[in-house]
Structures are given as C-alpha cells and as structure tokens.
C-alpha cells in the first residue's frame, strides 16, 4: 500500500500530462515552421500594415494574396486593405466622368475648311463700286457669296481636351476599385514572375483562376518582369500598365484587375495624400450630402 502511494505521489498528473502533451505539439510546430522557413517561404500568413488615415466606422476589406509562378492557385496570405480606397458606395456618376473625359481628351478633330483669305481666286473688284445700282461687292470669294470662303469654320486641329477636377478624379478611381473589388475582379499577387515566356502559361493560368477572358496586370515600376512582358505582349486581351498609369477606362475595360504588394501600397499612398490635403475641404464641397 506504502508503494503504490509513493508511486502515485510521483506519477504525473492530468494537467501535467496535458502540459507535457502541448509542449510536445508547441515544439513539432516550432520544428514545421523552421523548416517552411528554410525553405524559403518569408510571406506571413496575415499581412498586417499600419493604414495611413484609419477609419474608425468599422469597415474592413482583406484580401488573399496569391501566386503566379504555378498554375495552381496558392494562397500566401492576406493582407488588410484601406476601406477609403477599396470599401467605399461607388458613384456611378463619377464613374461615368471619367469615362466620358478620356474618351474625350483623346479626340482630334482634323477638319479644316478655307476662309476667304486662303480660297482661290477673288482678287478682282467683281464691278464697279458705283453706278450700277447694285451693293457694294470687294470680292467673289466673300462669305455671303456662293463658293466663298467660310467665317469661323472648324480649324484642324481641333481638341476636345479639358482637365476633370481633381475630386471627381479621386472619387472615380476609389469608386472603380471598389466595384472590383465587391465584385471578386480584384486579384492582389506577391510578385509578377511566372517561370516561361510561353503566351499559353498565361491564358492557362487566367482559365485555371476563372479571372475571364481580359486582364489587366499592375505594378509598382514600368520596366515589368522579362517573362510577362513577352508573354503578354503575344495576348491582345493582357496588358501590364505601371501604377501611374492606373485609370477607370482601363480598369472597366478589362474583366480582372491584378494588383501587385508593392503596387497596392502606392495607390494607396498616393490616393489618401490627396484626399487629406491642405485644401481638402474646398475639394470635398461637391460630396455634402446635407445640401439643400
């Protein structure tokens, strides 16, 4: 009897037990990361940044953060994204400004017709200034004259360039990348490196994701990866733009907008700097709802 209580005096117990047993997990999972680790894989699991400008109205938008050096889907990650940018009522309005304006500022109309001075012909006093009984005539290359020369035709070129301001600007980019992104057409990757050049990588893998049959690649620099480049430039439906050269045509234009880590990080930058500049309210006066 003596025995057994020494025995079990010494035995461990339940908690002990459970404690030794997560000890023994902690350390296999320590052992798994280390090895993920040396093997190369540096994202974390949940990309977590200090938003510029917070909101503090509850919203939140995260995103999965994906690969593009397989053809299968991998997910890296998330990473939170500002709701100012990618959360906010989109504004068909808006929208519709900046469509209407690039489709605008393009335009060039070269027609020209020939006012008096450059018609041919017409340097003879057609008659007498007096004496006739008739008005007064200088030449028969005169606007009021049949085959005269024209008064403030169209003179090629002719522009319809004007610059939109700059909130509808603002509000028509936060609002594109919104319906993108309500609408899963918004793909965030680590990195724009895929293994080949072939054209078929690409269309292979924009099937395999079901990103449809347009795509539009972002980044952060204009000198993009060897590979893309090559292969997109074969595909009339994939183009790559840099970050600045982000737009709403574009953006409607293609069925799925790619955006890269670093690429989301400038938009980002450069969108909330001019939202929360100096003269911000003057900006903002069109957007009052309490208006009358």
Not at 106 to 125: F, I, S, Y
Not at 261 to 289: C, G, N, P, W
Request: charged residues 25%; hydrophobic residues 40%; proline residues 5%.
């Amino acid at each position: 009897m003596l025995r057994r209580l020494v025995i079990g005096a010494f035995r461990p117990s339940g908690c002990l037990q459970g404690a030794a047993r997560l000890s023994t997990i902690a350390e296999t999972n320590t052992a798994e990361v280390e090895q993920i680790s040396a093997e190369g894989f540096q994202s974390p699991m949940i990309v977590s940044r200090d938003l510029e400008f917070p909101t503090n109205d509850g919203r939140s938008r995260m995103a999965w953060v994906e690969n593009m050096d397989t053809v299968q889907e991998k997910k890296l990650g998330m990473v939170d994204l500002h709701p100012d940018i990618f959360a906010i009522p989109p504004r068909i309005d808006m929208i519709h400004s900046n469509i209407r304006w690039q489709q605008l500022y393009r335009k060039v109309n070269l027609v020209q017709v020939n006012n008096r001075a450059e018609m041919r012909g017409g340097g003879r006093k057609p008659w007498q200034q007096k004496g006739l009984g008739k008005a007064r005539q200088g030449s028969i290359r005169a606007p009021q004259w049949v085959h005269g020369g024209k008064v403030h035709g169209p003179r090629a070129p002719t522009t319809w360039f004007y610059m939109l301001p700059l909130h509808t600007r603002l509000y028509g980019l936060r609002s594109t990348l919104s319906v993108k992104m309500a609408q899963d057409d918004l793909h965030i990757v680590n990195a724009l490196d895929i293994p080949t050049n072939d054209p078929s990588y690409l269309e292979e893998l924009a099937e395999e994701r079901l990103w449809g049959p347009s795509v539009l690649f972002v980044d952060d620099t204009d000198v993009a990866p060897e590979n893309i480049a090559v292969a997109a430039d074969q595909i009339k439906h994939m183009n790559i733009i840099p970050v600045y050269g982000l737009n709403v045509f574009s953006m409607l234009k293609h069925d799925t907008l790619v955006l890269t880590l670093s690429a989301v990080e400038r938009i980002e930058k450069q969108l909330l700097f001019f939202m929360h500049r100096s003269d911000r309210a003057k900006l903002s006066e069109i957007f009052k709802t309490d208006q009358v």
